[in-house]
């Protein structure tokens, strides 16, 4: 009875670990996808978005896939150089494949602060939707 008592609390353990495990990962993968946005690596982003990942821009009704998005980062990239992004994630109202972040870009000649939600599946991003709710950084 000791042994089995001892394999189920070891076992317990063990899927407690692998479970934050994999809840962590997707935490994880919000740092280097706004390190790759400024200055843009593509690999990186590419490396992120899953093959048929959506991202979504409210502000301007566009929706693009993975190769419009990454094609389309040459625009972005003239906009974010000199300027800088904050984000942090919105804890309680996250969770493992969900995960919702508050951005702050700073621009060289203005801010603009959004609200991002990441969607993942098998570890990659599925979709992004960004909105601003917001042309200062003040509530940052």
């Given at each position: 009875?000791?042994?089995?008592?001892?394999?189920?609390?070891?076992?317990?353990?063990?899927?407690?670990?692998?479970?934050?495990?994999?809840?962590?990962?997707n935490?994880?993968?919000?740092?280097?996808?706004?390190?790759?946005?400024?200055?843009v690596?593509?690999?990186?982003?590419?490396?992120?978005?899953?093959?048929?990942?959506?991202?979504?821009l409210?502000?301007?009704?566009v929706?693009?896939?993975?190769?419009?998005?990454?094609?389309?980062?040459?625009?972005?990239?003239?906009?974010?150089?000199?300027?800088t992004?904050?984000?942090?994630?919105?804890?309680?109202?996250?969770?493992?494949?969900?995960?919702?972040?508050?951005?702050?870009?700073?621009?060289?000649?203005?801010?603009?602060?959004?609200?991002?939600?990441?969607?993942?599946e098998?570890?990659?991003?599925?979709?992004?939707?960004?909105?601003?709710?917001?042309?200062?950084?003040?509530?940052?």
């Open positions: 009875m000791y042994r089995t008592i001892k394999s189920v609390i070891i076992l317990g353990a063990f899927c407690s670990f692998a479970f934050s495990a994999v809840a962590q990962s935490k994880t993968m919000i740092k280097p996808w706004f390190q790759a946005l400024s200055p690596d593509r690999e990186v982003i590419s490396q992120l978005l899953a093959e048929d990942a959506l991202i979504e409210k502000d301007y009704d929706t693009q896939n993975k190769e419009e998005f990454v094609d389309a980062l040459d625009a972005w990239e003239d906009a974010i150089e000199n300027g992004i904050a984000y942090k994630i919105e804890e309680d109202i996250s969770n493992d494949d969900l995960i919702t972040t508050k951005v702050c870009y700073k621009f060289p000649s203005n801010e603009l602060m959004t609200i991002e939600t990441f969607e993942f098998d570890g990659l991003i599925k979709k992004s939707v960004q909105e601003t709710v917001s042309e200062d950084c003040s509530d940052f």
